[in-house]
């Protein structure tokens, strides 16, 4: 089976950050509340339990350009305060979530900072479990959200319901470029959707469909489509 990969970096960067004060000498710093257009904030505890997974600080993550939390065991409630981050942070541009236990709400969490975010251009989902309904929520946030540019959404359950969703976006979305559907249950429902889309889009050059259950006629719409597209460059698959 063909794989498709993308490296995500593990090293942690900071600048100044002028949006929040700077934290008192004892370190118990507490963050801004946010506004009304963001995310909630996530309570103390959940907010201790997660930065404790991490081993690392609020204050740490609201100041990098590159966040790697891959394999950090990570829930629902732990996204939502990684997504509560997302909403605050100016300087962010890579997120790495790769292989952790998030499913649908903690994909709704990520995909509502992705609306008011305006820096993040790297996002690793790879391995986790957000299903049709997480696709669902992220695709709409793919048509609002305007400086993402690569997305993984591989190995989490997505099936032609949350293809379709995705597919959908991409018919208005103008920046992403790198989108990994790999390992999921797509089928020709889907793969005919994201097809479509193709047609239309003149941004994505490369896309992950290897490891789902496309069929023949989702391979011959996605090859139609690919005759009209001169933008595509690296098409992984493994159509039956």
């Given amino acids: 089976m063909l794989a498709f990969l993308v490296h995500f970096s593990s090293a942690f960067s900071s600048t100044p950050y002028d949006f929040l004060p700077p934290p008192p000498k004892d370190d118990r710093y507490v963050p801004p509340p946010l506004t009304p257009k963001d995310l909630l904030q996530p309570s103390e505890e959940a907010m201790a339990k997660f930065f404790s997974k991490v081993d690392s600080s609020f204050q740490q993550a ?20 990684v997504a509560y981050v997302l909403s605050v942070n100016k300087v962010l541009t890579t997120l790495d979530l790769g292989r952790n236990k998030i499913g649908p709400d903690g994909a709704k969490a990520i995909a509502n900072a992705l609306l008011v975010n305006g820096v993040l251009t790297t996002l690793n989902l790879w391995g986790n479990r957000i299903g049709d309904e997480g696709a669902k929520a ?15 959404l591989a190995g989490n359950n997505i099936t032609d319901e949350g293809a379709i969703a995705i597919a959908n976006a991409l018919k208005g979305n103008g920046v992403l470029t790198i989108l990994d559907l790999a390992l999921n249950g797509i089928g020709d429902q ?3 959707a994201i097809a479509e889309a193709l047609k239309g889009n003149r941004v994505l050059n490369t896309l992950g469909l290897s ?21 595509l460059k690296a098409l992984v698959y493994d159509f039956s």
């Fill in 138 to 152: 992220i695709g709409e946030a793919l048509k609002f959200n305007k400086v993402l540019k690569t997305l993984v």
């Fill in 211 to 231: 490891g789902n259950r496309i069929g023949g006629q989702g391979a011959v719409a996605i090859a139609d489509a690919l005759k009209g597209n001169g933008v």
């Fill in 62 to 81: 609201v100041n990098a350009f590159e966040l790697n939390y891959y394999g950090k065991d990570l829930t629902n409630e732990d996204a939502k305060v």
């Fill in 190 to 192: 889907g793969a005919v």
